[in-house]
T-cell receptor, first 112, second 116 residues
């Protein structure tokens, strides 16, 4: 399973766009990139998933360059409630494994 | 999507005792996993719970300390045996399922264990 590297922490202000970049140099051909969000005292929650290029949903966008060795989670106009830990995960979901090895995650703090 | 219920949600236990954590899923799922999350840390995979066979443990985790059962496709238990204060953590159950996205791993709310 590919190892991921992310910044340990980030601070932002309400209303700003936040970009969290994740490095996964050893990503395999069949691996997908998935981002999870975790609030205190809760289990991680799915945010977005992609394989290449750009994916957008109602809460975030995911940018993946052609070499797929990194990815960037973009959160538009963050609010205080977006304060959480964000995990970048890589895994061969097509194979039905669903097995994730978590990295350190990025602790995002949104300030008023 | 899968809905996961974990019991208990929290417990305070005496050292040397054991605690069994239950994970119930509202639908049949192929893959079930157990994670541990120590205070302020990331999640660490303990094992894959295999239906009808012995669990597959990750490096650093052994069956004698963390016996796991998986009697069917909707239920699993994790036992933390002979507990010490170092076992104080949040234990989370996770399942793999095909959600509205390509594939997702769903997590329970966790069991907060304090060993005194």
């Amino acid at each position: 399973l590919a190892k991921t590297t992310q910044p340990i922490s980030m601070d932002s202000y309400e209303g700003q766009e936040v970009n969290i970049t994740c490095s996964h140099n050893n990503i395999a051909t069949n691996d997908y990139i998935t981002w999870y969000q975790q609030f205190p005292s809760q289990g991680p929650r799915f945010i977005i998933q992609g394989y290449k290029t750009k994916v957008t949903n109602e809460v975030a966008s995911l940018f993946i360059p052609a070499d797929r060795k990194s990815s960037t989670l973009s959160l538009p106009r963050v609010s205080l409630s977006d304060t959480a830990v964000y995990y970048c995960l890589v895994g061969d979901l097509n194979g039905g494994t669903y097995k994730y090895i978590f990295g350190t995650g990025t602790r995002l703090k949104v300030l008023a | 999507s899968a809905v996961i219920s974990q019991k208990p949600s929290r417990d305070i236990c005496q050292r040397g005792t054991s605690l069994t954590i239950q994970c119930q899923v509202d639908s049949q799922v192929t893959m079930m996993f157990w994670y541990r999350q120590q205070p302020g840390q990331s999640l660490t995979l303990i094992a894959t719970a295999n239906q009808g066979s012995e669990a597959t443990y990750e490096s650093g985790f052994v069956i004698d300390k963390f016996p796991i059962s998986r009697p069917n496709l909707t239920f699993s238990t994790l036992t933390v045996s002979n507990m010490s204060p170092e076992d104080s953590s949040i234990y989370l159950c996770s399942v793999g399922d095909r959600g509205r996205n390509f594939a997702e791993a769903f997590f329970g709310q966790g069991t907060r264990l304090t060993v005194v």
